[in-house]
């Protein structure tokens, strides 16, 4: 399928792309491979509609979040290497390495993963995420048969165990203490050990 | 310049005798095998080796990689992510029990929008559908330089021994395989014409099918293809459609060596069109001119007239349309299941560890595909022959096509595609999103109809727990 090195060289500022997410060469050309399969007009730009064309994506209960959280900054159009860095906060975070304060916090880590989760959630971007959009995402996860009272009182409970300071709304900081797991990560294929 | 005599004489000899000998042992292991129909088993012997050798080639990188540190690049299937195989509910039951709150009955937590979240995003990465038209990606190495993406963990050895390897298939088994395609194009042009100045009757049949059995044979050892044929109870019989996955133009020959075909296809000019011309001397083929393609009704009546004799042999047809990287069944054209006959199902597997036996149209002409296809250590591929289905009352030849579609996919172990294009997005994406919906509220406010009957709530888990088993 002809050499990585070819597809490398086609990509612009490529190694600060790799520098900057962590993705490796392959990983990089793969993706290249897919975002030119999403690309269908060959334009070089992704729009939501491309997104759409994904039929699991269109399948699962917010997948309008994600594809909004691709276009957050108010864009119409994503490139390759907004593209690459949204994916990159999916990497695994490399927690043994010690983190040198300096340097600007890395795409992948724990923090940046929990700011994308917080995005999906507070779709008006005020920095809390209000009864409301909780009820709001509450209502496309869950069937129609589930009634109001039901959802309401889902958010009242949650915002109850989360919301410290009482203002009925939860912020990031909130947010960060709830127990979220570890799964807002795509592990990557590891080789097996014979 | 006397010296030089001896020299040339001797020349000559050895080359008169490597010469003689190349072609004897040629005739006696791979034609006159093929012509009588016996083997001696020596592909297999060939195939089974060659996968020694590639596991050894594998382990040597992913040892490489591991000193390395570094993750060897698997690009098989999943790219860059392990696609969790657990579903939504096993995923949500795992973050409650991971999460350190102490009540034990399923509440929403924040935590649950990760998993939709996690599922979505790994669509995007990937999803099987767009993944159909490239070549399968593959997790061992085969000492092909095209199918090798992590050429940055070679060691010394291994080089070694991919120079040999280049070396055996260029210089060895390329020339002795062009010798063998050439050998059997040539006989199959010259004994068909022969034959086909016979009055028609019995005895050009039935020579006729010993001639192009004998033909497609040697073009079987041309590319040393070694095929696993399965359940030949089943084979077409006269008078009836054979409809097959494509994957390569060589599926036909694969198939044609099991058995008598008529084929259909448009004429070609050229080499192509001279072994059409010559096929359809001794048997009777379809072979349509460019202009008669478009007309439907035309090729509709004349497959229906060929059916209709019941002397004619199956006619061959690719439903797909166009060759597909033989991970998936892409949606049968519904043509050929509109002639009313019965049709026999074929599917054909090939096994990606030997060589991409894919044709990419896009990326490589025909030429330099068979070239690719021939300098392969080998094609390894296996037949099965489906039982027959008939158009049954009240199916429409789509629904006919798609049934006898997911009949092949499954026996291939290939997957089923229902996409079509996007014609039946709308409806697609409503009901499906809706049964995530329902499954995720099952989890949760199922119980909550209930709080005290912890019983109900077993309940619901088990019957959530067949969900799991058949839906996903």
Redesign the interface.
């Known amino acids: 399928?002809g050499?990585?090195n070819s597809t490398l060289s086609k990509i612009p500022n490529v190694e600060e792309l790799m520098r900057e997410t962590g993705?490796?060469p392959?990983?990089i050309v793969?993706?290249y491979?897919?975002f030119e399969?999403?690309d269908k007009e060959k334009t070089g730009h992704l729009r939501p509609e491309d997104?759409g064309?994904?039929?699991?994506?269109?399948?699962?209960?917010?997948?309008d979040r994600?594809i909004g959280a691709f276009f957050s900054s108010g864009q119409d159009t994503v490139d390759f290497h907004s593209f690459v860095r949204i994916?990159a906060h999916?990497r695994p975070a490399e927690n043994n390495r010690p983190r040198d304060p300096s340097l600007p916090e890395p795409v992948n880590s724990r923090i940046s993963k929990l700011k994308f989760?917080f995005q999906?959630?507070d779709l008006d971007k005020d920095g809390k995420i209000s009864r409301a959009e909780l009820l709001q995402?509450?209502r496309?996860?869950?069937?129609?048969?589930?009634t109001e009272e039901?959802l309401e009182?889902?958010a009242d409970?949650?915002i109850q165990e989360?919301d410290l300071d009482r203002d009925d709304a939860?912020s990031f900081e909130e947010?960060r203490k709830?127990?979220?797991?570890?799964?807002?990560?795509?592990?990557?294929?590891?080789?097996?050990?014979? | 310049m006397g010296w030089l005599l001896p020299f040339d004489n001797l020349l000559c000899m050895a080359l008169g005798i490597s010469f003689t000998v190349w072609f004897t042992s040629l005739l006696v292991f791979i034609i006159v095998p093929a012509i009588l129909g016996v083997s001696f088993g020596i592909r297999k012997l060939y195939m089974n080796s060659l996968l020694k050798i590639f596991e050894w080639a594998t382990?040597r990188m992913?040892r490489g990689?591991?000193e390395k540190n570094?993750?060897?690049?698997?690009?098989y299937s999943?790219?860059?992510?392990?696609k969790e195989m657990s579903t939504l509910e096993q995923?949500i039951q795992?973050?409650r029990s991971?999460?350190?709150?102490l009540s034990s009955e399923p509440?929403?937590?924040?935590?649950?929008?990760?998993?939709?979240?996690?599922?979505?995003?790994?669509?995007?990465?990937?999803?099987?559908?767009?993944k159909r038209f490239?070549?399968e990606?593959l997790e061992s190495w085969n000492l092909l330089t095209?199918?090798n993406?992590?050429?940055r963990h070679i060691s010394l050895r291994l080089s070694v021994l991919w120079g040999l390897g280049l070396l055996i298939r260029y210089s060895f088994l390329l020339p002795l395989r062009i010798t063998l395609a050439a050998t059997g194009i040539g006989l199959l042009v010259v004994l068909t014409t022969i034959v086909g100045f016979l009055p028609s009757g019995r005895l050009r049949t039935y020579l006729s099918e010993k001639i192009h059995m004998m033909c497609y044979r040697i073009c079987v050892r041309a590319l040393t293809a070694i095929i696993t044929y399965h359940n030949s109870e089943n084979k077409p019989k006269n008078g009836g459609i054979c409809v097959a996955n494509h994957t390569t133009p060589i599926d036909v020959i694969i198939l044609a060596n099991d058995g008598c075909y008529s084929m259909v296809g448009q004429v070609h000019g050229g080499l192509i069109g001279v072994v059409q011309r010559a096929m359809v001397k001794s048997s009777p083929h379809i072979w349509f001119e460019r202009s008669e393609v478009k007309d439907r009704h035309l090729v509709a009546k004349m497959l229906s007239n060929h059916v209709a004799d019941k002397t004619n042999h199956p006619i061959l047809i690719f439903p797909e349309g166009t060759c597909i990287n033989n991970t998936s069944v892409m949606m049968f054209k519904k043509g050929s299941f509109e002639i009313g006959c019965t049709v026999y199902p074929v599917a054909i597997k090939y096994d990606p560890r030997f060589g991409d036996a894919f044709w990419n149209s896009g990326k490589f002409g025909m030429v330099s595909y068979l070239l690719r296809m021939m300098s392969s250590w080998a094609i390894v591929c296996s037949v099965w022959y489906l039982p027959p289905v008939n158009r049954e009352e009240g199916e429409d030849a789509v629904q006919f096509a798609n049934r006898v579609k997911a009949a092949i996919a499954r026996q291939g172990g290939l997957v089923d595609l229902l996409?079509d294009g996007?014609l039946k997005?709308g409806k697609?994406?409503d009901t499906?999103?809706?049964e995530?919906?329902?499954l995720?509220?099952k989890v949760?406010?199922g119980d909550?109809e209930d709080q005290t009957g912890r019983s109900e709530y077993f309940t619901i888990c088990s019957v959530t727990g067949i969900f799991t088993h058949n839906h996903f």
């Not at chain 2, 999943?78 to 392990?82: D, E, K, Q, R, T």
């Not at chain 2, 991971?98 to 709150?101: D, E, K, N, R």
Request: overall charge neutral; hydrophobic content about 40%.
């Open positions: 399928m050499s990585t993705f490796s392959a990983h793969r993706l491979d897919r399969s999403l997104f064309a994904i039929n699991r994506l269109a399948m699962n209960p917010i997948g994600i994916l999916f989760a999906l959630y995402v509450l496309s996860m869950m069937e129609m048969q589930v039901q009182s889902i409970r949650t989360a939860i947010f709830v127990p979220l797991g570890d799964t807002l990560t795509l592990t990557q294929q590891r080789v097996a050990s014979k | 382990l992913e990689a591991k570094q993750h060897l690049y698997k690009p999943n790219g860059i992510i392990a995923e795992e973050l991971s999460s350190t709150t509440e929403f937590e924040m935590a649950d929008i990760m998993s939709f979240c996690r599922r979505g995003v790994e669509s995007i990465v990937d999803d099987e559908v767009t490239s070549a990606e095209r199918s993406y992590n050429f996409w996007g997005r697609v994406k499906f999103r809706e995530q919906q329902k995720y509220s949760l406010v909550q």
